[in-house]
């Protein structure tokens, strides 16, 4: 239905690897065969409920550019990490260890999603301003190992971005889009927030 159209379908997950007893699972082949574009990888709910670790997040990287597969890479702190003054250490270890092990090709097929963790399902929102600020950031960062090229990485927001915010935020100058979650599930808003 959507071959031909503007709008994209990509999945929440892929596996570490390619083929195998991996009940539950899904292969990243699979996913293509669907004919998704994107996998997100490295979700804060991933990282915390499911042990992911760098190490795991590095095998489905290679799985994912593999399958022809955009991976939406997320990044970020949690609330003790943000209080701590730790939040671009985090941000910065999660980068080093895992983005900066891809060749400047598959850099270049790569969105970054920032989701502060401790304003998921919380209604706490970053300010536009500190979203503006760890986007910098974040780009810096990648600056360092890939040049020129960091420009042209979309980085996108994720953490209780609405209507009511998401304007103000998204017209921030590293700030490239949403990673919608909540809002995504109210047609209204998710629309309100696409305007």
């Known amino acids: 239905t959507l071959k031909g159209t503007d709008i994209a379908v990509g999945a929440q997950d892929c596996a570490t690897e390619a083929k195998g007893a991996y009940t539950g699972e ?3 082949s699979m996913i293509a065969a669907l004919g998704c574009k994107y996998v997100i990888l490295g979700h804060s709910e991933r990282r915390q ?3 992911e670790t760098s190490a795991t997040l590095n095998r489905k990287m290679e ?6 597969l955009t991976p939406i890479y997320c990044v970020g702190e949690n609330l003790e990490e943000r209080e701590a003054g730790r939040h671009f250490d985090v941000v910065k270890a999660q980068i080093e260890e895992v983005v900066f092990n891809l060749t400047a090709e598959q850099f270049a097929d790569l969105v970054i999603a920032y989701e502060p963790v401790w304003a998921i399902g919380t209604g ?3 300010t536009a301003e500190q ?5 910098a950031y974040i780009r810096e960062v990648l600056r360092s190992k890939f040049g020129a090229a960091a420009d042209e990485c979309p980085i996108l927001y994720g953490g209780s971005c609405k ?4 304007q103000e935020i998204f017209a921030k100058a590293d700030v490239d889009g949403g990673l919608i ?3 995504a599930l109210k047609a209204e808003d ?3 927030i696409g305007k």
């Open 49 to 51: 409920y499911y042990g």
């Open 124 to 126: 706490k929102t970053a």
């Open 26 to 28: 899904i292969a990243a």
């Open 63 to 68: 799985q994912a550019y593999a399958n022809s």
């Open 190 to 192: 998710f629309l309100a």
């Open 131 to 135: 979203a503006q600020e760890i986007h």
């Open 163 to 166: 209507p009511s915010n998401a």
């Open 181 to 183: 979650g909540g809002a």
